[in-house]
């Protein structure tokens, strides 16, 4: 199906090879060919106009519910991979928590077979660290690898026990997997649905209270240093939480860490009169958090920023605050928010764009991320002047809820490429 | 979304949903205008025709024996038609969603809907849905507002202290799970109280209350000194089954109002309760029925509130 | 347009009155012209009952196009209205609705005896079958003009004349 693909005229960026230049790509066999000069015997067969528009690696989104197998009614493989390539986004990790969670090697195996056949956008199942993610009996690690799964996660589920948590590690560290976890203390976050903060305190919600982060964090900590397991660290919210992963890293342990891209430009602020898209997990904190957050991703003590797509049917949103489902829509909004973070802060676009590139790419440990001759063609072309307006119509993804519903973003997605194949054109 | 929701685009008041935010000149209408409304319960005739053929609806999703009566009372003084639903326990329990509830009261022609519910929010979320012409009064969300509770407060206050200027309020108890505290708190700083204290076990407060422009104590002896106004709060009874607190002695003897206690306030302060009370838990007997105490004053009080809260309603 | 002295009006009303009051007459003023107009009757005819005041603003027939009156004073009538004989005062009567209002809430506190009704000015213009027993003076005027009675911090009263925009047809 490859046809060879030579995008002139584009500002290429690639984080990898610290390439920010306006240059010809050349696209043969679904690898990138060559960058500026022509490759030999090289015959057009697509030829994109990149005049004005940025041409960078497809996006790598670190975390990115899908909604499959059994939450079909909030969104289906097909709506949310159409969501990834209009968001620009190449390659995706999906954590175990569907229904049934991945927890046995037929249903990552499916799952994979499900989204080759859509053959748009590279999927990579996290598998469940425990069955039914019940925090109790290990899973098949070893098999789910086989099946398909980069790693092994608890998503937001409880795991109140430190032993089995241990146990996961030590196993997950016996065959070089790694552990991917968020951080939170399930007794400390005690049913809470907003930052113990001013907000909570003045709309009356349940709080959760930084040390929940905190102390999750500091025993996830010691056991990476007892078991020598890689982890990766999910959606830190929190300025202490930054410092004590900056510590972490100082000591050499194989940590990496991601937040999500609301947490980059949100408070707990913006839940002003009750806004039910801005429940979130883990809670919008302070601006100070936010700041620090923003801090630890310039210093690189975070490594990722991740959609954390949560598509979310409306009636789990049109409710009291409290009896919301956390979660917002995120795929088509990464790129757009990751640009005018970098606008909006003087960073320079091609640090910016390695956040939800490159880095992700390692902590996924694939190739990809970046745009080295030989490398996949995943592409991601953007318009950088393009503002676009977020509503129910705009967006692709079967989940309609985001905090920036109604705002305008800059950045448009004009083209997306996956292994060379045009997969999103607008 | 950054608009007041309780106002509408003349500024006038929409829905009553909680005290923050509300100017000064919308706080002061109210209480001026249950002036009026104090004197009709003294006639012949204890009502007045002007929400003759409007229907409010009470929407009770969390049972409530005491505010529905006062917000039924209120209407039907106003000869409005009254129609009470005690929703804990029809459609909540088929499945039927919050707004799937008020859309079909919406098309039974409703045009004022009293809501108590036990999530913070869920009067702002209603209030969001329903077509423009319909109120909505907030009659207690989770831990988050009631404002006519604390309207009323403000009432009682006015009556006894007459100016708010020079007073120095108390709040006592459980200010984490009080909607009242927060809705007090929030209408006695608009009206100019010059300090607000909350007095309460650091299990008991919520984290940056002083954000909300009160003084925090801790020791109840300290924290009453000078006073003019004490307000105590209910103590729940399942906030001794978690960890919040010990026992109810422990937190009586040192919590608790007594007159000796009292007696470590101004000699004119008044006491203040927004029931129901637990005698020998937060207040003693011989306070709350001794002749600081304006507890019997504040119920009566608080149907000529709800009369204004709903008269300046259905007018805007 | 020259208009009446309200001072003269008042002596002349209070005049008309005078045959027709006992100690058995009660007297009510309407908010505000006509509470001002009452004290001054009630106290030049030595009426022993106190004076009642009344608020229309909660029976007022517009309630629902225009809401709650911004300032609404609270109504006090400090005497027995069941069967008494009352004399209820306003300022300027025009259409009638003020006083239906008036005689509604009256009857909120108790039946009485009988309602007689007195105006300083008489405007016409009247939308109801409402007639008044003691007239300082008839005045007709146009809708948009507007009659306001005034009090200074002497204590006299003048008349004076408003233009006021008509809402459009």
Known sequence: MNINIHIKNGRLIDPKNGIDTVSDLYIVRGKVASLGAIPAGFQDCRVIDAAGLIVCPGLVDLSARLREPGLEYKATLESELKAAVAGGVTSLACPPDTDPPLDEPGLVEMLKHRTKSLDQVHVYPVGALTQKLKGERLTEMAELRDAGCVAFSHADAPLANLHVLMQAMQYASTFGFSVWLRPQEVSLANNGVAHAGEIATRLGLPPIPVCAETIALSNIILLTRETGVKVHLCRISSAEGVAMVRAAKQQGLPITCDIAINHVHLTEMDIGFFDTNCHLVPPLRNLHDRDALCGGLIDGTIDAICSDHAPVDDDAKLLPFGQTEAG??????????????????????????????????????????????????????????????????????????????????????????????????? | MNRNPQLNKHGELQHLLTTEGLPVSILLHILDTAESFAGVTEREVKKIPLLRGKSVFNLFFESSTRTRTTFEIAAKRLSADVINLNIAVSAQSKGETLLDTVNNLSAMHADMFVVRHSQSGAAHMIANHVRSEIHVINAGDGRHAHPTQALLDMFTIRRYKKDFHNLRVAIVGDILHSRVARSQIHALTTLGVPEVRVIAPKTLLPSKVERLGVHVYHDIAQGLKDIDVLIMLRLQNERMLGASLPSPEEYFKYYGLTQEKLSLAKQDAIVMHPGPMNRGVEIDSAVADGKQSVILPQVTFGIAVRMAVMSILAGN | MQLPDAEQLLADLTEQLRPDVDEAVAMIGIHTGGVWVAKRLHQALGISIPLGVLDISFYRDDYSKIGLHPQVKPSDLPFEVEGSRIILVDDVLYTGRTIRAAVNEIFDYGRPACIHLVTLIDRGGRELPIAAQYVGAVLPLPADKMLELRQETDGKMSLGLREIRLPEK
């Open chain 1, 328 to 426: 917002a829509t995120g795929l088509e909004l990464l790129l757009s928010l990751t640009f005018k973070w970098a606008t909006t802060m003087n960073i320079p676009l091609i640090k910016a764009l390695n956040t939800v590139t490159l880095a992700p790419a390692r902590v996924l440990g694939i190739d990809g991320g970046h745009l080295t001759p030989g490398a996949p063609a995943d592409i991601c072309i953007f318009d950088p002047e393009e503002y676009w307006k977020v509503t129910a119509s705009t967006i692709q993804s079967q989940g309609k809820n985001t905090p920036f519903l109604g705002r305008e973003l800059p950045g448009r997605v004009k083209f997306t490429l996956t292994d060379g194949n045009i997969v999103y054109e607008s």
